[in-house]
């Protein structure tokens, strides 16, 4: 088992940034390739970065690029992602995911491990 807490959620001004931390705790953190997808209401959840168990590949939701950067350190069990420009339509619960995929996959169903999630809310 894998447990994910995500932090670093809040309350951000239109054009500011973020960075979103998760936390993992349980199996062997390295061995697992980590994501983060997003929900906004009404909406189906979507993918938004993920990276490999070594960072050595990384691959961002095509809408979002250019404003993501997705890190990990293997040393501390943890992943960012850092989000800049935020715009309104970014508004939605972040999830933090792991899964023992060797690609930096969109689909959901790649990722066994899912955390509660951390609300982003962007507010001009």
């Known amino acids: 088992q894998v447990q994910l807490v995500e932090s670093g959620g809040g309350l951000v001004q239109t054009g500011g940034s973020l960075r979103l931390s998760c936390a993992a705790s349980?199996?062997?953190?390295?061995?697992?390739?980590m994501a983060w997808f997003r929900q906004a209401p009404g909406k189906e959840r979507e993918f938004v970065a993920a990276?490999?168990?070594?960072?050595?590949?990384?691959n961002y939701a095509y809408s979002m690029k250019g404003r993501l950067t997705i890190s990990r350190d293997n040393a501390k069990n943890t992943v960012h992602l850092r989000m800049n420009s935020l715009k309104s339509e970014d508004t939605a619960v972040y999830y933090c995911?792991?899964?023992?995929?060797?690609?930096?996959?969109?689909?959901?169903?790649?990722?066994?491990?899912w955390g509660q999630g951390t609300q982003v809310i962007v507010s001009s």
């Open positions: 349980g199996r062997t953190f390295s061995n697992y390739t």
């Open positions: 990276i490999t168990w070594n960072g050595g590949a990384t």
């Open positions: 995911a792991g899964g023992r995929t060797h690609w930096p996959t969109v689909s959901r169903s790649e990722y066994g491990y």
